[in-house]
């Protein structure tokens, strides 16, 4: 029988949040090639952790929703959690971090475009 140690458990999560940041560093990079956060890898990669580090205190925590977190951080800027609108949804304890994401998207989609 196989057995994975706690440290090993550790060094593989963090192998994977360092996996996802790169991944989402290239993606964001791609999508928003003019933004200011894109002007360079360490900025690239600065603003995805950030990001990341920031969406977990609003309790999100599954990858597809902090992508979503860090498109809408890059589309309306670094501050976007700020804005009444976004801190009103990202705030609110009755929802899921995906039910929160699911709110900013429609809210986006249908008030903001």
Request: charged residues 30%; contains cysteine; positive net charge.
């Amino acid at each position: 029988m196989l057995t994975i140690r706690m440290q090993q458990m550790e060094v593989l999560g963090r192998a994977r949040a360092e996996a996802f940041e790169r991944e989402m560093a290239a993606h964001l990079g791609r999508r928003f090639p003019r933004a200011h956060f894109a002007s360079g890898e360490p900025h690239l990669r600065s603003f995805v952790a950030e990001g990341i580090r920031l969406g977990r205190t609003f309790g999100l925590s599954d990858r597809f929703d902090l992508r979503r977190f860090l498109e809408f951080r890059a589309e309306y800027g670094e501050n976007f959690h700020q804005l009444d609108w976004a801190a009103r949804i990202l705030n609110d304890k009755h929802l899921s971090g995906c039910g929160k994401m699911e709110q900013i998207d429609s809210y986006s989609l249908y008030t903001l475009r």
